[in-house]
C-alpha cells in the first residue's frame, strides 16, 4: 500500500509561497495559479533574488530577495523550487516545524506532500503519482490517461451540474438518482454533448426529466460509423476509441484487426459481417437492415470498418439508410489504406517534382452482391495526371489494371508497389515496373494496396521484402536496379 495518501486542496484566497525563481518554481506555479477552485486561484508569493518574466507576471507578490523565515507567515502551502539545495533543505525543515505542507522537487525525504501528474478536464482533475521515485512514468501515464479521456468532460460536468437541483426535485429517492444519472452519463445525452450537440443533449435531458420515466424518455439507440484505419491499433483515433468502449452492439468487418476488437467492452456483443472476394457472407441490405433493427431496439451500435467508412467503405450507403430510418448517426474518421500503408513503408504520396496529388481508386465497380464487374474508369485520365495512383481492392485485378494503364500512355517502367497487410506485423512490400504488376501481385493473399507513380522510388529499402526482385521481370530499368537517390535527384 502507498505511504502517500491522495487528497485534493481548495486554494481558493489561500497564500502559496514558492522560493526560487526560476524555470522549476515557473512550473509549479503554473500548477497551482488556477488551482482555487472558482476560477481565482491561489495567492502566490515568490521569493527568489532574480525572477523570471512569467513567474512574475504569475504571482500576487514578488519579494526580491534570499528566503527569510518570516516568509513562511501565512502560508498554507510551500514550494523550495530554488537550485540551492542547502536552501530548499532549509526552508523544508522550517516549513516542517510549522506544520505546513512544503514539496521539494525531486527531493521526496524533505517533502511532506509530492506534487503529481495532473490530467485537468476541469473540472474533473485526475492525479497519478508514484510516491516519487520516478515522476517520468508518472508522465507517461498521464499522457495515456489524457489519451483516454474525452476533451470535453470537464464541460459535461459543467452541464450535469445546472441539472443537479431538478433532478433532486424530480427523483427524491438516492437510488433513483443514482440510476437516472448513470443512464445519462452512460446513453445518449452525454454521447450527444460530447460529439458536439449541446442542444440536442440539452432538449434529451429536459424532456427526461419531464417524462413520468426518465429511463425510457432518455435511452435511444445510434449507429457510429466508425473507421478502424488499416490495421495497427495505434492508428485508431481517439474519438474511435472512446466510442469503441461505449459500444452496446460492433457489427464489424473481415479486415479489421483482432487487436482492435481488445478494445470493445467485455459485455458488448459482436457481429461478424466481414466480405471477401466472391464470398459475401451477409448482404449490404442485410447489414442496413442490421444496423437499423439494432438502433431501434435502444442499443449503441458502432459500425466498424477498417480504413475510413467514407471511401470505399460504404458508409455513404449506410448512413443514408439509417437517416431515412430516423436513427442517429455519427460518422468518426478514420486512417485511410493509402494514408497509412505509404507512412508505414515511407512512401510520400505528394513530393515535389515527383506528384502533384494523389488520386484514389478502385478495381471493383458497383456490380452486384458476389459480382466482378469491371469498373468504369477513364485510364487515359490516369495516366495522364501527374499523381500518385492508389488502387484499393485491387490485388486479383493487378495485371489488368497494368494493361489498362499502359494501353493509356503510362510508361511501362513506371515504378509501382503492393503492400500487403499494410501497418500490421507481417506488412510486405514488393516493388517493381509497372509492366510487372500483375506478377509483382502474384502468390498474395492479404487486404493489400497498390500504389504507382515516382514516389514509389523514395520508399524505404529496409521495409522491401528481400526476395522480391528474383520473381519479377529482370529487365533494365526495373525498380529493384534503381535507388531512392533516383527520385530524389529527380525532385530537385
Given at each position: 500500500?502507498?505511504?502517500?495518501f ?26 497551482v ?14 521569493v ?24 513562511l ?24 516545524a ?6 521539494v ?37 498521464r ?44 446513453g ?17 435531458l429536459?424532456?427526461?426529466l ?13 449507429v ?71 438502433a ?20 455513404g ?39 502533384q496529388?494523389?488520386?484514389?481508386v ?12 469491371e ?5 487515359t ?39 500487403q ?15 510487372d504488376?500483375?506478377?509483382?501481385a ?51
Open positions: 500500500m502507498s505511504a502517500a491522495p487528497l485534493f486542496l481548495t486554494l481558493t484566497g489561500q497564500t502559496v509561497l514558492i522560493v526560487g525563481g526560476g524555470e522549476l518554481a515557473l512550473r509549479k506555479a503554473r500548477l495559479a488556477g488551482a482555487g477552485g472558482d476560477g481565482r486561484g491561489a495567492r502566490l508569493v515568490v527568489a533574488p532574480e525572477v523570471h518574466p512569467d513567474l512574475a507576471a504569475l504571482a500576487a507578490e514578488v519579494r526580491r530577495r534570499p528566503f527569510a523565515a518570516s516568509d507567515d501565512g502560508v498554507t502551502l510551500v514550494f523550495a523550487a530554488g537550485e540551492d539545495e542547502d536552501e530548499a533543505a532549509r526552508v523544508a525543515d522550517l516549513a516542517r510549522r506544520g505546513l505542507l512544503v514539496n522537487p525531486d527531493r521526496p525525504a524533505l517533502s511532506t506532500f509530492i506534487m503529481p501528474a495532473i490530467v485537468d478536464r476541469g473540472p474533473i482533475t485526475v492525479a497519478i503519482s508514484t510516491g516519487g521515485t520516478s515522476p517520468v512514468l508518472a508522465r507517461r501515464l499522457a495515456r490517461i489524457e489519451a483516454a479521456l474525452e476533451p470535453g468532460l470537464g464541460r459535461l460536468a459543467t452541464f450535469l451540474d445546472g441539472f443537479r437541483t431538478a433532478v433532486r426535485a424530480v427523483k427524491s429517492d438516492e437510488t433513483a438518482r443514482r440510476r437516472f444519472w448513470e443512464r445519462v452519463i452512460d445518449p445525452v452525454a454521447q450527444r454533448f460530447l460529439a458536439g450537440d449541446e442542444a440536442g443533449a440539452h432538449e434529451q429536459v424532456k427526461a419531464n417524462a413520468g420515466d426518465a429511463g425510457d424518455a432518455i435511452e435511444g439507440g445510434s457510429a460509423l466508425v473507421g478502424a484505419g488499416p490495421g495497427d491499433p495505434d492508428l485508431l483515433t481517439l474519438r474511435a476509441l472512446r466510442v469503441l468502449q461505449n459500444a452496446d452492439v460492433v457489427v464489424h468487418d473481415k479486415l479489421v484487426d483482432d487487436r482492435i476488437l481488445d478494445y470493445v467492452r467485455r459485455d458488448a456483443r459482436r457481429v461478424y459481417v466481414g466480405k471477401s472476394k466472391s464470398c459475401h457472407t451477409v448482404s449490404q441490405d442485410e447489414i442496413n437492415a442490421l444496423l437499423v433493427r439494432e431501434q431496439a435502444g442499443h449503441r451500435v458502432v459500425r466498424l470498418k477498417g480504413g475510413d467508412p467514407f471511401i470505399f467503405g460504404r458508409g450507403e449506410e448512413m443514408a439508410v439509417l437517416r431515412a430510418a430516423g436513427v442517429a448517426v455519427e460518422l468518426v474518421p478514420g486512417i485511410t489504406a493509402a494514408v497509412g500503408c505509404a507512412a508505414a513503408t515511407g512512401i510520400p504520396l505528394t513530393h515535389r517534382g515527383l506528384a496529388g494523389i488520386t484514389l478502385t478495381a471493383h465497380g458497383a456490380a452486384a452482391e458476389g459480382g466482378s464487374a469498373p468504369a474508369i477513364d485510364w485520365a490516369l495516366a495522364r495526371l501527374d499523381h500518385t495512383l492508389a488502387v484499393y481492392m485491387g490485388l486479383s485485378k493487378a495485371g489488368l489494371v497494368a494493361e489498362r494503364l499502359i494501353a493509356a500512355g503510362k510508361a511501362p517502367g513506371t515504378p509501382v508497389a503492393v503492400v497487410n499494410g501497418t500490421r506485423p507481417d506488412q510486405t512490400l514488393a516493388v517493381g515496373r509497372l509492366a504488376l500483375g506478377a509483382l502474384a502468390g498474395l493473399a492479404g487486404p493489400a494496396l497498390i500504389l504507382v507513380g515516382e514516389v514509389v522510388t523514395l520508399a524505404d529499402p529496409s521495409k522491401i521484402a528481400a526476395d522480391i526482385f528474383t520473381t519479377v521481370s529482370s529487365a533494365p530499368g526495373r525498380l529493384g536496379d534503381t535507388t531512392p537517390e533516383r527520385g530524389l535527384k529527380a525532385a530537385v
